[in-house]
């Protein structure tokens, strides 16, 4: 998911990661239609080939976030989509066929932040207050090339200031393993380094001393798209593709989902004793339980053994690593 006000390069950085063209036919609205602008989302499908991988992935954007005079209600366009999204799963992992379920969970939400200000702005936290329990948020810092290297610098430490000081839960990239090679190590030093991302997007190509690349030109010079020197464009498409593809995914499917799973199986049982309750107090024989309560009493102590067995195994995995990393100890003493 693409969320950020308009104007900030959110297309044309899409297209760039991607190298599509999502947006050929969208037409820009004029400046008293946005007086009353609001959220709306737009789903764009694509494919891409990685590394001989072709993946199918979904873009959501929010045309109209931040738009209108009153943007009190911004938020809330994204929070139900995502949320819309969980609740269609839920329902499909709870039929008789689970085999084929469709994934459209919002793994990842990038989330823009304009250059011109000093740290985040209020809207920017209501919103990622409101979204950090339920998706992977990555900031990214808009049109960085507006910006010198040391403007850079203290916008960012701002915004991770801002972040901590609200305690915003951010994507938090995994620890590297003890058996990754030293380029691994040192590319996801650099990464976590960047957070937040400061990015330049453009699909003009431009010949620079005969060769071609992807970047803006200026009367004073060229900004290099993926110059790691002008911007952290190949950081980001690295993370969202490459190196991370996979664990945005586990987090949603293992943190995110399994607390909105958690509310939602809560709230069944609860409704379920009620009615139940409801049942007892106005007729004292077991017989006037629906079946349908019956079933739903069924699910939640069925899921709730499973979680017992979850945890269990959970605590066995940690202390078998414990165990691993004590004998990997003693064979470096040794």
Same mark, same amino acid.
């Given at each position: &998911?693409?969320?950020?006000?308009?104007?900030?390069g959110k $297309?044309?950085?899409?297209? $760039?990661?991607?190298?599509e063209?999502l947006?050929?036919?969208?037409?820009?609205?004029?400046? $008293?239609?946005?007086?009353?602008?609001?959220?709306?989302?737009?789903?764009?499908? &694509?494919?891409?080939?990685e590394?001989?991988?072709? %993946?199918?992935?979904?873009?959501?954007?929010?045309?109209?976030?931040?738009?209108?005079?009153?943007?009190?209600?911004?938020?809330?366009?994204?929070?139900?989509?995502?949320?819309?999204?969980?609740? @269609?799963?839920?329902?499909?992992?709870?039929?008789?066929?689970?085999?084929?379920?469709?994934?459209?969970r919002?793994?990842?939400? %990038?989330y823009?932040?304009?250059p011109?200000?000093?740290?985040?702005?209020? *809207?920017?936290?209501?919103? &990622?207050?409101?979204?950090?329990?339920?998706?992977?948020?990555?900031?990214?810092?808009?049109?960085?090339?507006?910006?010198t290297?040391?403007?850079?610098?203290?916008?960012?430490?701002?915004?991770?200031?801002?972040?901590?000081?609200?305690?915003?839960?951010?994507?938090?990239?995994?620890?590297c393993?003890?058996?990754?090679?030293?380029?691994?190590?040192? @590319?996801?030093?650099e990464?976590?380094?960047?957070?937040?991302?400061?990015?330049?997007?453009?699909? /003009?190509?431009?010949?620079?001393?005969?060769?071609?690349?992807?970047?803006?030109?200026?009367?004073?010079?060229?900004?290099?798209?993926?110059?790691?020197?002008?911007?952290?464009?190949?950081k980001l498409?690295t993370?969202?593709?490459?190196?991370? &593809? @996979?664990?945005?995914?586990?987090?949603?499917?293992d943190?995110?989902?399994?607390?909105?799973?958690?509310?939602?199986?809560?709230?069944?049982?609860?409704?379920?004793?009620?009615?139940?309750?409801?049942?007892r107090?106005?007729?004292?024989?077991?017989?006037?339980? /629906?079946?349908?309560?019956?079933l739903?009493? @069924?699910?939640?102590?069925?899921?709730r053994?499973?979680?017992e *067995?979850?945890?269990? *195994?959970?605590?066995?995995?940690?202390?078998?690593?414990?165990?691993?990393?004590k004998?990997?100890?003693?064979?470096?003493?040794?």
């Amino acid at each position: &998911m693409v969320v950020g006000e308009s104007g900030l390069g959110k $297309s044309t950085l899409i297209n $760039s990661l991607f190298l599509e063209d999502l947006y050929k036919n969208r037409k820009i609205p004029e400046v $008293s239609d946005r007086i009353q602008k609001t959220t709306t989302i737009e789903k764009k499908t &694509m494919e891409i080939e990685e590394r001989g991988v072709k %993946l199918r992935l979904t873009v959501i954007d929010t045309p109209g976030f931040g738009d209108a005079v009153n943007c009190e209600d911004s938020w809330k366009v994204c929070t139900n989509y995502i949320d819309e999204q969980f609740r @269609q799963y839920f329902t499909d992992e709870s039929g008789l066929n689970r085999r084929n379920i469709q994934d459209n969970r919002v793994h990842c939400c %990038l989330y823009f932040v304009p250059p011109w200000g000093h740290s985040l702005r209020q *809207m920017d936290l209501e919103l &990622m207050k409101r979204l950090h329990r339920k998706v992977n948020i990555v900031v990214v810092i808009a049109k960085a090339d507006t910006l010198t290297s040391s403007e850079v610098a203290k916008l960012k430490k701002n915004i991770l200031n801002d972040i901590r000081d609200n305690d915003i839960q951010m994507y938090e990239f995994p620890e590297c393993d003890s058996d990754e090679d030293e380029e691994f190590k040192q @590319q996801d030093r650099e990464l976590k380094a960047s957070i937040p991302f400061a990015v330049v997007g453009s699909n /003009t190509t431009l010949e620079i001393a005969g060769k071609k690349i992807r970047g803006r030109q200026y009367p004073w010079g060229v900004v290099d798209v993926e110059n790691p020197k002008h911007s952290d464009f190949i950081k980001l498409r690295t993370m969202l593709i490459s190196t991370h &593809m @996979q664990d945005l995914k586990d987090v949603t499917e293992d943190v995110h989902y399994e607390n909105f799973r958690a509310q939602c199986i809560s709230q069944i049982s609860q409704h379920a004793r009620e009615r139940g309750k409801l049942k007892r107090d106005s007729a004292p024989y077991e017989s006037d339980i /629906t079946e349908t309560d019956r079933l739903l009493i @069924q699910k939640d102590e069925e899921i709730r053994r499973m979680q017992e *067995m979850l945890k269990q *195994m959970q605590e066995k995995l940690k202390v078998d690593a414990q165990d691993n990393n004590k004998k990997h100890e003693s064979i470096i003493d040794v």
